[in-house]
């Protein structure tokens, strides 16, 4: 009986993974250098279109945006977390009065899009005759959505933690409340640290829906920097630079996911020791 849940490739699964492999990174570079090339041919790489990003006051609304959207993703992923382990809790609790309306509020609020919670969230309060601000209205869209999704990824892990783990702890007398908070949720949140950072990474990007109404995040500042008549109306080069602090962004904290991970899962080292081999007659003797 193996272990394996798999056929390893033969030689020739092998050779036709690597002609397709090969033939699929030509393709991207082709297609890449197609598009390069036809942005050059319409001249969206012209002096002309990139010299305003060497002025103060346009480099000064693009740190001005990307603060804004740091601080639009930061604030709603800590309220995301939050509210998905609440979520997850109660999903997984005993009591149906607590278990039902945490299942419908997960289930509701997974199937609304995002950008309907977010228009809801700010004109909801306007044609109630308040006036609000377009980041907190924001901050709730991506709360309510990426909550509802965290806290089934929150459930799932807390469901694969081995059981013995939580029996054992109730046998030393712990409440479940305790064995929620103490045992269970810290091993969950280390084995699906990859797909909540995923996550994070989604609400990171969707702050760019800010721009729908008038944050003045890092896309808005994008949209009204290619506007500039001046300067042959540069989208192509704004929208390009807006995406390249994103993927910057975006791949530092997958970077820093992961190392968190690798710190978290590796422990401590183990200290190898060796022995000499000692013969039963020595042993004998001297006894």
């Known amino acids: ?25 030509v393709g991207i570079v082709a297609l890449l250098a197609y598009v390069g090339w036809r942005f050059y041919d319409t001249g969206q790489f012209e002096p002309l279109r990139w010299e ?13 945006g990307y603060l804004t959207t740091l601080s639009a993703a930061g604030t709603a992923a800590v309220f995301a977390v939050l509210l998905g382990a609440l979520l997850a809790t109660g999903r997984l609790s005993d009591h149906l009065v607590f278990r039902a309306p945490t299942t419908g509020f997960v289930e509701l609020f997974r199937a609304i899009p995002l950008l309907i919670l977010i228009f809801f969230a700010y004109y909801g309060p306007i044609q109630l005759g308040y006036k609000v601000g377009p980041f907190w209205p924001l901050v709730i869209g991506l709360t309510l959505y990426n909550g509802a999704v965290l806290s089934e990824i929150f459930r799932a892990g807390i469901i694969a933690v081995a059981r013995g783990q939580s029996e054992a702890a109730y046998a030393l007398g712990m409440r479940k409340s305790q064995v929620m908070i103490s045992i269970l949720l810290p091993q ?82 183990q200290v190898k020791t060796t022995a000499k081999a000692v013969k039963l007659a020595d042993v004998g003797q001297s006894v």
């Open 188 to 269: 969950a949140v280390r084995a699906m640290l990859p797909a909540i950072v995923s996550q994070l990474v989604v609400l990171l990007k969707d702050t760019a829906l800010g721009f729908i109404i008038q944050l003045p995040e890092l896309l808005y500042y994008g949209k009204q920097i290619g506007g500039r008549l001046p300067f042959g109306f540069p989208y192509v080069p704004s929208y390009l630079v807006v995406a390249v602090i994103y993927i910057g962004t975006c791949g530092l904290l997958s970077w820093f996911a992961f190392w968190l991970q690798r710190r978290l899962m590796g422990g401590p080292k």
């Open 52 to 64: 305003q990003f060497q002025y103060k006051q346009i480099q000064q609304d693009l740190l001005d």
């Open 1 to 25: 009986m193996t272990n394996v849940l798999y056929d390893l490739p033969g030689p020739k699964a092998r050779l036709r993974y690597r002609i397709i492999g090969i033939l699929s990174a």
